[in-house]
């Protein structure tokens, strides 16, 4: 499969399968489009009378073309259907938790898609001894894979901070006795950041994301604590100091937009202004009839943000001030494997979220859906129902991906985001899927501009 397009000025020819991205001339990309439906003599009639060439330069791109399909990588065959189940059919081995070490929150953001940090449920924090427990269940579920992934979240992680350092401490202890490498992440709203968080942070985390919505005005709308007042003037300044101690790597501010500023550049921009060069910004997740939800009707809004976005960073970069987003960071020449760009995240199966209970759930969007418990970490997974269906979310398994140019750049999209919009892991989150693509095409095309920036 073939996906044309143009942005930026630049007429880009993805080929699907095998990844090849071909950014072409006004020609070769008309000739392009006419190639598989119609004959040679038809291709030359029409091009020579809509462009300025003759027909030996046709015959002469249509001969490159040629070359490009004998080489596979224009046209070429998409081979991994069959593949797509047959790995999910594989044993897997658990590779990360995400440790819900924190069920409250010093917070009260109505957006939030876990009910103020609570889940839909109580109030509670993690003990040691089920952190404890879910380290050990991690390695004695993780095979002969060496590295493994821990996220504390919450709620608010930082709530439950002793035992987040107690349970860093003891992960650390059991790496040389079962050959495993732990990577830990940090998810805060920042609130409770203070030297000791920054320190310890600094010296065992190996990401940590800063929640952060851009502007003050539009952070502090939502962001609020419980008495009603903004969060802005309180965090930024604390995030400004982590990231400077950190040496402004390994983190992410990770904002969230919602229909009421479509205009998020101006968010991000705010925040690369300020100085922080990593940079996230998500579509709200919320049900349809929620006033933040984004509508069919703000798509092209959205879609002209993050070209706003693309060519933005382009010139940044020119002028030596880059920052990154996170949705833009693609690799062309070495991604990921064909395994993981089939299979995708591996909720459910290869990740878990852990409640301060214990209780197992697929990703920390099903946190506190009874449908979606999978069993504890004292049992392991005994809903082995619920983990088939899990295996059997891929790039391959909804009729709408089939013919879709971006299925194995999604891997089929987020299986909580479909069930939230459809009802259902295997249903398809139709907005979600467009901005997706148009991310993709942004993507893409900032590779082509600075691929030939370089070789001019």
Same mark, same amino acid.
């Given at each position: 499969m073939v996906h044309q397009y143009k942005l930026n000025g630049y007429n880009i020819v993805l080929d699907t399968a095998s990844g090849s991205v071909h950014a072409v001339d006004e020609v070769a990309y008309d000739i392009i489009a006419l190639y598989q439906q119609k004959s040679g003599e038809e291709i030359i009639a029409e091009i020579t009378k809509k462009h300025p060439v003759s027909a030996e330069e046709v015959e002469e791109c249509l001969g490159d073309i040629a070359q490009l399909i004998e080489e596979k990588k224009l046209f070429s065959e998409d081979i991994y259907e069959d593949l797509a189940f047959d790995f999910k059919k594989r044993p897997t081995v658990i590779k990360a938790l995400c440790l819900h070490v924190a069920h409250t929150c010093n917070l009260n953001c109505s957006y939030c898609f876990a009910s103020q940090g609570k889940y839909h449920g109580e109030r509670a924090l993690m003990t040691f001894e089920v952190g404890k427990r879910a380290l050990d269940f991690l390695i004695e579920n993780s095979g002969t894979r060496h590295n493994l992934e821990v996220d504390f979240f919450g709620g608010e992680p930082l709530m439950n901070w002793d035992v987040v350092k107690q349970l860093v401490a003891?992960?650390?202890?059991?790496?040389?006795?079962?050959?495993?490498?732990?990577?830990?992440?940090?998810?805060?709203?920042?609130?409770?950041?203070?030297?000791?968080?920054?320190?310890?942070?600094?010296?065992?985390?190996?990401?940590?994301?800063?929640?952060?919505?851009?502007? !003050?005005?539009?952070?502090? /709308?939502?962001?609020? *604590? &419980?008495?009603? %007042? =903004?969060?802005?003037? +309180?965090?930024?300044?604390? @995030?400004? !100091?982590?990231?400077?101690? /950190?040496?402004?790597? *390994? &983190?992410?501010? %990770? =904002?969230?937009?919602? +229909?009421?500023?479509?205009? @998020?550049?101006?968010?991000?921009?705010?925040?690369?202004?300020?100085?922080?060069?990593?940079?996230?910004?998500?579509?709200?997740?919320?049900?349809?009839?929620?006033?933040?939800?984004?509508?069919?009707?703000?798509?092209?809004?959205?879609?002209?943000?993050?070209?706003?976005?693309?060519?933005?960073?382009?010139?940044?970069?020119?002028?030596?001030?880059?920052?990154?987003?996170?949705?833009?960071?693609?690799?062309?020449?070495?991604?990921?494997?064909?395994?993981?760009?089939?299979?995708?995240?591996?909720?459910?199966?290869?990740?878990?979220?852990?409640?301060?209970?214990?209780?197992?759930?697929?990703?920390?969007?099903?946190?506190?859906?009874?449908?979606?418990?999978?069993?504890?970490?004292?049992?392991?997974?005994?809903?082995?129902?619920?983990?088939?269906?899990?295996?059997?979310?891929?790039?391959?398994?909804?009729?709408?991906?089939?013919?879709?140019?971006?299925?194995?750049?999604?891997?089929?999209?987020?299986?909580?985001?479909?069930?939230h919009a459809t009802g259902s892991i295997r249903g398809v989150y139709e907005h979600g899927c467009e901005l997706f693509k148009k991310r993709m095409e942004c993507a893409i095309m900032i590779q082509v501009a600075e691929n030939l920036e370089d070789q001019q």
């Open positions: 003891y992960a650390r202890t059991q790496e040389k006795i079962h050959n495993k490498n732990f990577r830990f992440t940090l998810t805060t709203n920042g609130m409770n950041i203070d030297d000791d968080v920054i320190e310890f942070a600094n010296k065992e985390m190996s990401n940590v994301v800063l929640s952060l919505d851009g502007r !003050k005005e539009i952070h502090d /709308r939502l962001r609020v *604590d &419980y008495q009603g %007042r =903004g969060s802005y003037d +309180r965090i930024v300044p604390k @995030f400004k !100091k982590l990231v400077e101690a /950190r040496g402004g790597r *390994d &983190y992410y501010m %990770r =904002g969230t937009f919602t +229909r009421h500023n479509l205009d @998020f550049t101006n968010d991000i921009f705010h925040m690369a202004d300020m100085g922080f060069t990593e940079l996230s910004m998500e579509p709200v997740v919320c049900p349809p009839g929620d006033p933040e939800a984004l509508r069919k009707e703000d798509l092209p809004i959205l879609f002209e943000q993050y070209e706003i976005l693309a060519k933005e960073m382009i010139k940044r970069k020119k002028e030596g001030k880059p920052f990154t987003f996170y949705h833009y960071m693609i690799d062309l020449t070495s991604g990921p494997c064909i395994y993981k760009r089939i299979t995708g995240c591996g909720s459910g199966t290869e990740y878990m979220a852990v409640t301060p209970w214990g209780e197992l759930f697929p990703c920390h969007q099903f946190v506190g859906d009874p449908r979606f418990s999978l069993g504890n970490i004292w049992d392991g997974v005994t809903n082995e129902a619920v983990r088939d269906e899990f295996k059997l979310v891929n790039a391959y398994a909804r009729p709408e991906c089939k013919d879709c140019w971006a299925k194995l750049y999604c891997s089929g999209g987020c299986a909580a985001n479909a069930f």
